[in-house]
Each structure stands twice: as structure tokens, then as C-alpha cells.
């Protein structure tokens, strides 16, 4: 449904998940909901823009869920409040569309009002495989229409940012918000260090609820639950690289384990691939598509003092769970703890694609 240059709107903030197709999305309160349904319209306040240009070409073992926590960690969870986002350079280029959705999804992490990738070959080419209502004596225009979006070669913007994919490593939470991240061969960071007492306190705070000590390493830390879905990692692509570290291991003992495909057609996808009973057979859940534990719906959630490795986009307190201990981090990530049982660096299992 979406298309490239739509303006979209929706009452979650995790609508920024459309700029990966071009398309400004962005999520709503209730009131303006109702606005929008009445009149099509919405009274806002300009955003500023901001340009995010990440080179390089990410590691073998690092994702796109890396990227947006290496991003996000370094320029805080206010550090793109009040702004739309714009990604470019090669390391965003050679992204797929599962992996650019989930950069986006997770910008409204870092306070973005919205987030954007301009239209190229690869968008494009995703829009046209499913548009059906976008009939053949209509993709040149569309086409010419769409690859206009993409901002002016002298295009300014208020704030300018530059990433190396290269030195990105695979990331996971340490603390109750998004930015408290580290690499997973870094060690907890000592509040005491912070630049400021409100990041002190709230360093503070954070590893006191998630029941971290300052300066251990996260590697080797039990976990008693994973969960693989969401709308930021619940797509096929995630699936394939959670089925190429399973493959020939079992969840570990003690590890209840839980795979919700982020829609009914990538469930689809998966059963069709044989991925659900490969995972079903390693002992994971395979499960209906929905929010599920991400937001503790239903009476999927943790149990006080559960720890989880998540790939879902917010690890606050409460969020999976009263009292539950939530750690971010990318799909291969997540399926490395369910079968060692504790957060794992997936650089050092190997890797068994079908």
C-alpha cells in the first residue's frame, strides 16, 4: 500500500518504518487521528532535517539492527528529536529493503519525527513486485516520479552526520532505553563516568532495574527467554539469518524461546521455506503473527526479573513485562542466546546457511 513520496500517518510512532521506501511516516497521538480521518489534514510544526551518511560496508556477523544502535547510542535518544532523518551513502545503498525498514523503524528511537531513504532501484523494485494496482503503462511514469524524490546534490540540511559501517560490531542494550548500548565484547559502563549527573542518575537507575553491575562484561550472561519478531526484525529476512545459526543446534536447556513472524504473509514464506520447522524442531515456539512479547500483550510477556534477549525496539522498564529485563539486539544475535543460553557474540558460532 505504501508508495515513495506518500505522506503517511499513524498512531504508533513506528510508522518512520515507511521512509524506507521514500515515503514520509510518522506516528500520531489519538486526537490527531481522529483529525486526520476527518479531514485528511494535520496542523504540525516544520521538522528540521538531518542527514545520516554511513559508508563502508557493514562486517560479516553485524546488521542493520546494529547500524541504528551504533547510531543510536552514539547521539543519544534525544539526539534526533524534533527531526527527519535522512540516510544516504553506500553502506545504506547496499541495504536490502527488510534491512532499511528496520533502520527507520528505529530512528524514532533517537527522537526522529520521521526517517528517509531516497527511492532507488532497489525500493522501487520492491513497490513494483506487489503494487498490483500499478498497471504496466504506468511504471515509467512512476518510476521517473519516484526517483525525483531524492533531495538536490546541494541540498542543505540543519545537522550532518557521518557513520563507517566498517566499525560497526554487534550491539546489545545494557540499560532501560535504546541509546544505553555497547558492542557485546564491551563492558558495562560505570555511571559514575557520565558526562552529567542527570546521565549519572539515569545510568544509575538503568543498571540497578536491569541488575547489571558497572564494568562486567555482557558476554556470557544468562537469559531466560528470547524473543524473535516485531515490527523492527519480524520479516523473512530475519527469519533466514535466525534458521542459519539454529541449523543443527536445539535452544538450550531452561530457555523458552518464542518466534512471531512480523505479518501472515512471512509466516507463510517461512513454513514454505521449511524455516518454521527447522525452528520448531530446535525447540523455539513458532507462533501467529502480532505485537506479541513486544509490548507484553496478551499474556505473552516476562515474568518480574526475567531476562530476554529481544529484537524488538524498546527496552524499557516494563515494556516485555513488570520487573522483566529486557537486552536488544539483532536476530542472529537473539538465536546465538537461545542456543547458548546466555548473550553470545555470533561472530564465534558457526553459521550454516541452507
Request: aromatic fraction near 4%; include cysteine; charge should be negative.
Amino acid at each position: 500500500m505504501i508508495r515513495p513520496g506518500m505522506v503517511v500517518l499513524c498512531g504508533d510512532s513506528h510508522t518512520t518504518t515507511y521512509g524506507a521506501f521514500g515515503a514520509l511516516g510518522f506516528g500520531i497521538g489519538t486526537s490527531e487521528v481522529e483529525h486526520v480521518l476527518a479531514t485528511q489534514t494535520l496542523v504540525y510544526r516544520l521538522a528540521r532535517d538531518m542527514r545520516i551518511r554511513v559508508d563502508g560496508v557493514l562486517p560479516t556477523g553485524t546488521t542493520s539492527k546494529d547500524l541504528v544502535l551504533h547510531i543510536i547510542a552514539r547521539i543519544g535518544a534525544q539526539g534526533a528529536r524534533g527531526y527527519v532523518v535522512e540516510f544516504t551513502g553506500s553502506a545504506i545503498g547496499a541495504l536490502s529493503m527488510e534491512a532499511r525498514m528496520t533502520l527507520c523503524n528505529m530512528t524514532v528511537e533517537a527522537g526522529a519525527r520521521g526517517a528517509l531513504i531516497a527511492p532507488d532501484a532497489t525500493s522501487i523494485g520492491y513497490v513494483l513486485q506487489r503494487a498490483q494496482d500499478i498497471g504496466p503503462e504506468m511504471v515509467p511514469g512512476a518510476r521517473q516520479a519516484w526517483v525525483a524524490l531524492a533531495s538536490d546534490a546541494d541540498a542543505g540540511f540543519d545537522v550532518e552526520l557521518v557513520f563507517d559501517a566498517s566499525a560497526v560490531q554487534p550491539f546489545v542494550t545494557w540499560g532501560t532505553s535504546p541509546d544505553q548500548a555497547i558492542p557485546v565484547c564491551a563492558l558495562v559502563p560505570r555511571p559514575a563516568d557520565a558526562a552529567d549527573a542527570i546521565a549519572r542518575a539515569s545510568g544509575e537507575r538503568a543498571l540497578d532495574y536491569i541488575g547489571l553491575t558497572p564494568g562486567i562484561s555482557m558476554l556470557g550472561l544468562p537469559v531466560q527467554r528470547v524473543f524473535i519478531g516485531s515490527c523492527t526484525n519480524g520479516r523473512i529476512e530475519d527469519l533466514r539469518a535466525v534458521a542459519a545459526v539454529v541449523r543443527g543446534r536445539k535452544v538450550a536447556p531452561g530457555i523458552r524461546a518464542m518466534v512471531v513472524p512480523g505479518s501472515g504473509a512471512v509466516r507463510e514464506q517461512a513454513e514454505a521455506e521449511g524455516i518454521a520447522a527447522l525452528l520448531v524442531d530446535a525447540g523455539f515456539e513458532w507462533r501467529k503473527p502480532g505485537c506479541s512479547m513486544c509490548l507484553a500483550m496478551n499474556d505473552d510477556m516476562l515474568a518480574p526479573g526475567e531476562r530476554c534477549a529481544s529484537t524488538t525496539n524498546r527496552n524499557f522498564e516494563g515494556r516485555q513485562g513488570r520487573a522483566g529485563r529486557t537486552h536488544l539486539m539483532s536476530p542472529a544475535m537473539a538465536a546465538a542466546a537461545a542456543v547458548t543460553g546466555c548473550i553470545t557474540d555470533v561472530r564465534q558460532l558457526e553459521i550454516h546457511h541452507a
